[in-house]
C-alpha cells in the first residue's frame, strides 16, 4: 500500500475492502512519505518491520527482489490525486498491477501514459469508482443491457454533499485541505472529487457515453481555490439528455449520490444512502422496489452479494467487491486461466481516462461562452 | 366558471377546490363551447339552467346586467392555455376579478395586456399555480425570508412526469391532445405546462429571481409538435445558481415536483408527493423533518393548515387555500377593507407574467448556440 | 347537522367532507346545546337564522314539518359519545336517514337500541370510521378478497398518537377534554376514540371477524380517569392471528394508523399519514409501491379516486367518500332504485355495534386474570 | 472456529465481521463434524492443514499445547443452538475465551453451566447479539440512559421475516432445517430465533427489564414442528408495557426488525433495514433524524462507527462491532489492563441466560390460561 497513513480516511477503507473476504493480506507499504510516520502506521498494522517502507520507490525495488510467492502481489494507491502517477507508473513498470484510488491522476498526460503502460505491460488495473460494486448497481446495469427499460432518454444523475460548506480547509483538516489545493488535486475540485464518480455511475449503468456537456460551477465559499459546486447538462450518444450536479455545499447534505435513468418503457432510481433498494418505475404498472438478495436478480448482482435479503451490505461491502473481483482475476492471471466473466468487472484505466476528460471538459466549458462543449 | 364541461380534469379541481372551505359558490358558468354540452354540464351540477350559458361572452354579459348580491362575485377560467386570454379580458373589461388556471395565457403581447388590465381595473386576479398553497411550501419560503438558511446558494428544482412517454395524443385523451398542440398550448409543450410550475415554485419558496437561463428541450416521442422534456441551467439575483428539469416522459413518474434550496447554513427539501413533510438540513446538525400541524410553524404555514398534524391535507387543499384565500382578499375588497396580510397570498399577474417570460426563454435558449440568455 | 359549533374539530371535518363533491349542501343545524353559540355558529356557516336551530328536538321536529325538497335530506351527528344517542334515535324515529361519527354511542344497550330502529326504519346509517374511505385502503381489502395474499395469517394493526402524552385536560383543550372523561367518553379512552378504528380498518380491509381478544389497557399520566394507552393480541375467525395496539402517549406520534395483513402469498402494508402508497409484498418476488390512480387497481379503488396519481389525496378526501356513497346512495333510496353496488360502500350500524363491543370487550379482558376473552 | 464449514450461513459472517478491522486473524478451526468437510473447507480459507481439526475436541487439545503466542487466543462457535454448549464449555474448561452464536445454548440447564463457568474461569465470553453493534442502537440506548426522552413508557419491537412461509425445511435447505427440528433448536422456533434478539434489543436500548409476559405462539405453516409466528405482551420493571412480535410467516418481509421507544418527552424509531438512522419525535417539536456520523452523537455511538457520513454501514460492520469490542477486551486482559469503557460493551452470557429464560417463559405462557407469566 502507497499511503494511507495515520490519520488518512480512504486508506483505512481500502484495507479494510481488502480484508472482508479473506482473499487479500497487507502484507507491506510505504504509508507516508514521511518515514517516521510511515512506520509508526505500519507497526500499528501489525506488520513487520521489515516491510515498512520510507518511500515507494524503495517499496517496489525491495519488494521486487523477494522471492515470488513471499513479494506483495499488487500495489493499492490511496495518495492525493498528484501522488498517484509515481508509484502507478514504477509499480507498472516493475511488473506489479495495481489498485489506485480515484481520479486516475492529476492531469491528461499522466492519464495517456498510465493507460499506455498498461496497454504495454499486460498488467491489471482497477481505479475504485467503488460506487459500482453495489449489487443493485449491477442489478441497474443488467437491467438497461436487457433491454427491460426500452431505449435510453434520460439520465438524471446527483452528487449533493454539504461537507465544504464552510471554508474547512482552513483548519486543519486532512481530507479538505489537500481536496481544496490545485497543487494537489488538480484543475477541479468537486468536479473531480465526486462529479467523475457521478459520471462513472450514469455511463456505467446506462452503457452509455457522454458526447457533449455544458457546465457551470461555481466556488462558494470565498477564498476557495477550486470549485465546490456544478451543474452540468449532459447528451449522450443515442441521443438521450442529461443532468449532472455535484456540490459540496449543499448544506446538510451527506453523502448523496444517486441516479434516475428513464427509458421508453420504464424508469430506475437508485441511492447510494439506501444500496439495497432499486426502485423500478412502470408505465401504468406500479412501482417495484427491488431489494439486494430478494427474488430472481440478474447474475451480476447475485454474484456481488454476501448474506441473506434485509441485512443491509454497505459501502464497504461495494468496495469490497472491487477488491475482490480485482483479486479473482489477478489469482486467474498468476494461474494462467481466464477468470469468470462475472468477475471481471471492476473500473479501469480507461474509465480512469474519461474520468480525467470529464474533468477536463466541464472546466473548459465552464469558462466557454460557447454552449456545448464536445466530449 | 369559464370551461370545466364534462370530461375535463381541471375544472372539477376548481370546483372542489373552491367548495371545500364554504366561502365560494358556484352560481353560473359557460362550460363549454357546445352549447349543448354547456347545459348538460351545469345541469349536472344543479345550477339552473338560467344560469347556464353557451359562452362566456353572454355569461359576462347576461351577469352584469343581474343585479348586485345576486350576480357571480368573479368568473373562474379553466380552459386550455389558448382560450384564457378572452374571458380574462372581458371579465376585467366588465368589472369581474378573475381566478385564471396557468400558464397566464397564449403569448407575451396577451400577458401585457392582461397585466395592463388588471393594473387599470383594479380588479383582483389570481393564477392557480397551486402548489405555492401547500403549508410546508409556505413554511419554506417564512424560513428563507427569515434567514435561517442564511444566504440561498443553490436551488434544484425538478417537475418529472411520465403520462406523455407514448403518443397519447393520437389515442383521444383529452388532456393530451391540447397540451402537445402548438395552437392550443402555445410555444412550449411540458416547459409550459409544468416547467412554469417549478420556476414558479423556484422563486416564490426562495423569494429570488432567475436572472439567465441555459436551456436544452428535447422531444422524444416522434411525431410530437412540442419539447416534451427539458434540462434548464438557472443563475439567480443573489448569485444563486440553479437547475431547472421538467419532463412528460419521465417514464413511471406520477407527478413529482419537488425542490431543495441550499444556503449557507442549512438546506430545505419538499416533495409534492408527500406534501406535509419538509425536510430541513443542517451543517452538523441533525436532519429535521417539520410537519403540517406539528410544533411551531410559521403563521403563514399555520394558516393555510385546517385539520391537526397526521391528518394527510393533499392536493386538492393547497388548491383551495388558493381561492379560500382569493376569496377573503375579494370579500374585504366588495366591503372597502383591507385583508389579513397572512391571506394576501396567491400568484397574480405577476406571477403569470415571468411564468410566460420563462416559456418564451427557455425555448429561445434551446434553439440558442449562446450559452446563457437573459431572463 | 348536530354539534360542530364555533371551536369544534370533527363539525368542521363532515362539513369540508360533505361539501367537496356537490352533492350535499349544509341547509341547516343544531350547533350547540348553548342556543347563542349554535346560532353565531350558523350565522358564520351563512345559514338563514331560520334554519339555525338551539336544540336537535327543535331542529328535527322544525324541519318534518317543511315540504319535502326543502327539508333536511338526513342529519349529521357531530356531537362528542355521549351525545350520539338522542339526536340519533329522535332521527330515525322522525324519519331522516343519519350519518353519525364513532364510536357509534356511549353503551351496548344504546347500541343494540339504534341498530333495532336502523332496521325497523329501513332509514340509511353511516358511520365515519373515514379512514376505510381511502382508495389504497378499497385496494388492500380487494386484493384480499380476490385471493391474492392466499389465506390470511397474521394482521397487526397500529394506531400511536402522542398528543395526550401529558395532562391536555387539565388545559382547556376541548378534544381532550371530553375523550378523557368517563361521562361524555364512555367505558375506555384510546381504545374507543381510535382503537375502534383499528379494529375496524382490520376487519374491513381483511374480510374476517376478530373471535377472542386478550388485552393489556394502561393509564400512563397520573390522575386521568381513562386508558390512554392499549395492547392487545387478538385471534381471527379464520384462524389468524393478530396484534392491535393504540396509544396516546406515544410521544411525538401524529396520527399514525397503519396496518399490515399478511397472507400465505404476500403481505400488505399501509399508513394513513402516506394514504396514496400501499406496499405489497411478495415471496421471493419484488415488493409493489401501488399508488393511488397509477395501473391497473380494483374498481373500488378507482371509484373512490377523484384526481390523477401524483396528486395527493388525504384525509378530508377520504372522509368525503363516506358522505359521498352515502348520498348516492340516500338519493337512490329516495328515488326508488337500487344504488351502484360499488358506492354501497360505507361503515354501518353494525360495525358501530362491532366497535362498541370491541370496547366493551378490550376494557373487560384488560380487568381479567383470563387469558383469553369471546368477542 | 468451530462450525462454519462451507455451505453454512453465519459462520462466512463471522469470519467476514472478525476480519474487517485487522484485529483479528483466523488461525485454526473444527469447521465440520465430518473431517473431511472440516479439511475441505479449512483450505478454501487459506489455512495451513495442520491448523485444521477434526473435531472441536481435537482443536482445543491440540491448541492448548503449541506455545503462547502462536496458539489460538479464543474460540468462536458458529453451529446450531444444540451444539453451543459442548465446545463452549470445553474452551472455557481449558482457558480460551468464548465468542457464540445465539442463542446462548439448548436449555437453561446448560445456561447456568455456562454462566458458572463463566464467573468461575475469569474469560471473557460474548454472545452475538450483533444487531446491539450498530452505532444509531448505541445512540438510542445513550439517549435514553442519559434521561432525553423521560421516563419511558412504552416499547413495540418486531422482528418480522416471511423465509419461513413455505415448508422450505421439506427442501434440502440447511438454514430452514435444524431451525424448525426441535433437536437441534430447541422448545422454540422462531422465537428462539430471531425473538431473543427482540427481547435483547429492547432490553439494551431501554436498560428496562421484562418482568411479566402474555404470549401466543403459532404454528402456521402445517407440519412444523415449532413456532414461526408469537405475538407477546410484556410489561417491564420500570411500569412501561410493550409489545413484542416475531414471525418467519410474514410472507415478503426480509429481515425486519425494528424497535419504537416512548417516553414522557418523546420517542425513538429504529429499523435494522435502515441502520444509519435514528427517528427522534418530540412533544411538539420537529421531528428529528439523527444519522451515523452527522453532528453531536453520543460518544458510543461515534465509537462505533467508522467511516463518514453518508457512507453506509451495515450489517457486517455492526457484528464486527461485537468482535472488535470483544478483541480489545481480550488484548486489554491479555495485557493485564481495563479496557476503555466504551468497548467494554458487547453482549454476555448473562444476555445469553436472559434470552434462554425469554424463550422458556413465551413457551410457557403460549400453553398457559393464566394471564400473565413472570419472567
Known amino acids: 500500500m502507497v ?26 507499504g510505504a504509508f507516508s512519505s514521511a518515514p517516521a510516520k510511515s512506520k509508526a502506521s505500519g507497526e500499528a498494522l501489525y506488520l513487520p518491520a521489515s516491510r515498512v517502507y520510507g518511500s515507494y520507490e524503495e517499496m517496489i525495488q525491495r519488494e521486487k527482489q523477494l522471492p515470488e510467492g513471499e513479494r506483495m502481489d499488487f500495489v493499492s494507491i490511496v495518495t492525493p490525486n498528484h501522488l498517484h502517477f509515481g508509484p502507478a507508473k514504477a509499480a507498472l513498470e516493475n511488473g506489479f498491477s495495481v489498485v489506485c484510488d480515484k481520479p486516475l491522476c492529476f492531469s491528461m498526460e499522466e492519464a495517456y501514459e498510465l493507460q499506455r503502460l498498461v496497454r504495454q505491460s499486460g498488467l491489471l488495473f482497477a481505479l475504485t469508482h467503488n460506487y459500482t460494486g453495489y449489487p443493485m448497481v449491477k442489478q441497474a446495469r443488467a437491467m438497461v443491457r436487457n433491454g427491460e427499460l426500452g431505449k435510453i432518454r434520460k439520465i438524471v444523475v446527483e452528487y449533493p454533499q454539504g461537507w465544504l460548506s464552510t471554508k474547512l480547509e482552513d483548519s486543519n483538516q486532512k481530507q479538505a485541505s489537500w481536496r481544496t489545493d490545485p497543487q494537489r488535486s488538480g484543475i477541479a475540485g468537486s468536479m473531480g472529487d465526486i462529479g467523475t464518480h457521478a459520471e462513472n455511475l450514469a455511463e456505467y449503468i446506462s452503457g452509455l457515453q457522454i458526447t457533449e456537456l455544458c457546465a457551470d460551477l ?19 450518444d443515442n441521443g438521450a439528455k442529461g443532468v449532472l450536479h455535484a456540490s459540496q455545499i449543499s448544506a446538510g447534505e451527506e453523502n448523496n449520490l444517486n441516479i434516475r435513468v428513464y427509458g421508453e418503457k420504464g424508469g430506475l432510481e437508485w441511492h447510494q444512502m439506501e444500496p439495497n433498494s432499486l426502485i423500478v418505475k412502470w408505465l401504468d404498472k406500479p412501482k417495484q422496489v427491488l431489494r439486494t438478495g430478494v427474488g430472481d436478480l440478474s447474475p451480476e448482482a447475485a454474484a456481488h452479494t454476501r448474506i441473506p435479503a434485509g441485512h443491509p451490505e454497505g459501502y464497504l461491502e461495494a468496495f469490497a467487491n472491487i477488491y ?28 480512469g481516462l474519461r474520468g480525467m476528460r470529464f474533468i477536463q471538459r466541464v472546466v473548459e466549458s465552464s469558462e466557454s461562452d460557447q454552449k456545448w462543449v464536445p466530449f
Do not use: K, W
Request: glycine share 14%; proline share 5%.
Open 3 to 28: 499511503g494511507g497513513g495515520q490519520g488518512a480516511f480512504i486508506g483505512a477503507v481500502h484495507r479494510m475492502a481488502a480484508a472482508l473476504d479473506g482473499e487479500i493480506e497487507l502484507v507491506c
Open 218 to 236: 461555481s466556488t462558494f465559499v470565498p477564498g476557495r481555490l477550486l470549485d465546490d459546486d456544478g451543474n452540468v447538462l449532459l447528451r449522450f
Open 324 to 351: 475482490r473481483n480485482f483479486a479473482i482475476c489477478l489469482r486467474a492471471r498468476l494461474q494462467g486461466r481466464e477468470p469468470d466473466p462475472i468477475y471481471q468487472d471492476f473500473p479501469t484505466v480507461g474509465d
